[in-house]
């Protein structure tokens, strides 16, 4: 982005979201060769213009016919500076891959065509560069070279065209063969949300600072807000450019300038990455897919410190290997990387690792999730979720999500994440969650609910595992408690948290990260339980009355003799009126096996516990509240003093029973009076 380009009128070209980006050796012709196809120099810095070598990321664009235009990036070639060509070729569709045909296949060809195979770059062309320099005896050995080194990579089937830019030849069959395979590349989605990694930050006059960078999803448009990363800081874009013309909007796909307001160039590296605001989260932990190249030396061992580049990232770290000591070359593991820098990352991101020192490509992967903690090796519930991230499977890895994730999150008790929040757990846009959300819910793995207003999705494992607490509850209490109605729901609820099964019983930090904490009552989210007894009560399994849950078919059983004990307490009680015997007085006078007299009467509200151990008739309750408010009414606020004289009772009495009809709001305490509510 140049000032006078920002100046200019707004684009007339139709730009593909797609990025071309060069490969190979030092000295094999890149720039020359994207200078012949496109008219520009991509070396830009004067080190580069006095040495003749190419020794950061270069940028062009190619004119296409009909008015397309589309963006290439050039990569340096020489070993000292692969880190700058990884910071390129990872966001590329095409690869312009160059071999010299005087040289031949160097190391740096080898190591390119590690890594473009380990990125997965399927689409590309092998341009054989400085033919006016050989033979036709020496041409065909270099193809036959050729055919070896890319037989089993991603390029295998890639075709081979010799080139000259001294002479042109080739020139115009290398843009015919782009145009042919940009036709074959499916381009990519701008329904993802917007992410780009910034590989250069400078500051232009009257402008301040821009970044620019391939975007990897979704798309961008001028007067957006958008978070840089890891910093943390929500900027404004004051303008885009796209191949040097201004645009409103990038997509996915495309090589962007980003005109940034509310930052400093200087405070920006390269690594760093633009996203919408409060989607990607910066980490230290990446747990991955991991192959070591087949000509590595040596195995890998566990810890082993190595250089992790991803997407223009490049940071120090070690590989955990979790089901292994150590992977032997041509193999792959399932791994989590320990980074010394925070980086920014999405599910498959495709990533190289870099031996520590001296510094060579050894493997490379895929990324299955960020993790906020350390993961545990050889544990079985971890190397199974990461196998399901692996499969790419969305459906499954949704459904891991909410089998997974009863969490605490922001200090709220939560049990079915949000759709936002299983987008952000495993790096899926909302529109695809929303799908696979609704396969799960058609195929019965998922429940849907609508409680207190609210949509509520729960995994059926989880709501069958509360099921079988509930049911196993109310089962051991009704035969310990036969004259009971049942259970009050919040105690119900508590019981059920203190017994939950493994499925569900821990509070966990994301998918396929470690337990942190055990739930507690208070961490079961009230319409977790509410989800799980409408379930019951729909499949007519329970019934509940006045809060007190109950199995449907049980009934308070009373024998002859309970009932006979029942009605003579129930007598006892309505006789002493305002001054009801005590517990003790009653199992002196009818035995300690009237309990259950006692509380079959409670069930039936005959009889009502005003403070522990203290029980009074519900007529005589009844009557004692009308007589307080014809008191209040008739003579204003009414005493204890005036309350005991009333009912003729004493203090012993007298205090509990206003008490008990201040908690009910019948009354209420004003210094040492009671008043109506």
Known sequence: MKQASLQQSPTTHQIEHIIIGTAGHIDHGKTSLVKALTGIDTDRLPEEKKRGLTIDLGFAYLDLDSGRRVSIVDVPGHERFVKNMLAGATSINLVL?????????????????????????????????????????????????????????????????????????????????????????????????????????????????????????????????????????????????????????????????????GIKSTEIQRGYELSIPGYLQPTNFVGASLRLIRKVKNPLKNRTRIRFHINTSEVMGRVILLDRDALKPGDEALCQFHLENLITTEREDRFIIRSYSPAYTIGGGKVLRYNTTRLKRFKDDTLKTLKILASGNLSDIVEQVYLNNIHVCKGERLFSPAMDDVSRQVNIHPSSVENAIAGLIKKGLLLKFVIEGKNVIVHRDIITSLKEQILNILKTFHKENPLKTGIEETHLKTLVAAGLTPA??????????????????????????T???????????????????????????????????????????????????????????????????????????????????????????????????????????????????????????????????????????????????
């Open 504 to 529: 569900a019983k821990t509070v966990k930090a994301g998918i396929g990260e470690p337990h942190k904490k055990s739930i507690t009552g208070d961490d079961i989210h009230p319409l977790l339980f």
């Open 97 to 261: 891959f160059v071999i010299a045909a005087d040289d031949g296949v160097m190391p740096q060809t080898i190591e390119h065509l590690e890594i473009i195979n380990f990125l997965g770059i399927k689409h590309g062309l092998i341009a054989l560069t400085k033919k006016d320099l050989v033979t036709d005896e020496r041409l065909a050995i270099v193809k036959e070279d050729i055919k070896n080194i890319v037989t089993g990579t991603t390029l295998e089937h890639t075709p081979v065209i010799p080139v000259s830019v001294v002479t042109g030849e080739g020139i115009e069959t290398c843009k015919t063969t782009i145009k042919e395979l940009i036709a074959q590349i499916q381009t990519q989605s701008s329904a993802r949300l917007f992410r780009m990694p910034i590989d250069r930050s400078f500051a232009i006059s009257g402008y301040g600072c821009v970044v620019t960078g391939p975007i990897l999803g979704g798309k961008v448009t001028v007067e957006d807000e958008i978070e840089i990363l890891p910093l943390k800081k929500i900027l404004r874009v004051r303008g885009i450019e796209v191949t040097g013309e201004q645009v409103n909007s990038a997509f996915a796909g495309q090589r962007a300038a980003i005109n940034l307001s």
């Open 531 to 677: 989800a799980a007894l409408s379930v019951l009560k729909n499949e007519k399994a329970i019934k509940v009355t006045d809060t007190k849950v109950s199995l449907i078919d049980f009934k308070i059983e009373v024998s002859t003799k309970d009932k006979g004990v029942a009605d003579k307490i129930e007598e006892a009680f309505l006789k002493s009126g305002f001054t009801p015997p005590s517990m003790d007085e009653v199992f002196t006078k009818f035995g300690v096996s009237c309990k259950a007299a006692i509380s079959l009467l409670v069930e039936q509200k005959k009889l009502m516990a005003v403070e522990k151990d203290l029980y009074f008739h519900t007529t005589a309750l009844n009557t004692l509240k009308e007589m307080i408010r014809d008191h209040i009414t008739k003579h204003g606020p009414m005493s204890v003093a005036q309350f005991r004289d009333l009912t003729k009772t004493t203090r012993k009495f007298a205090v509990p029973l206003l008490e008990y009809f201040d908690a009910l709001h019948f009354t209420r305490r004003v210094g040492d009076v009671r008043v109506l509510l």
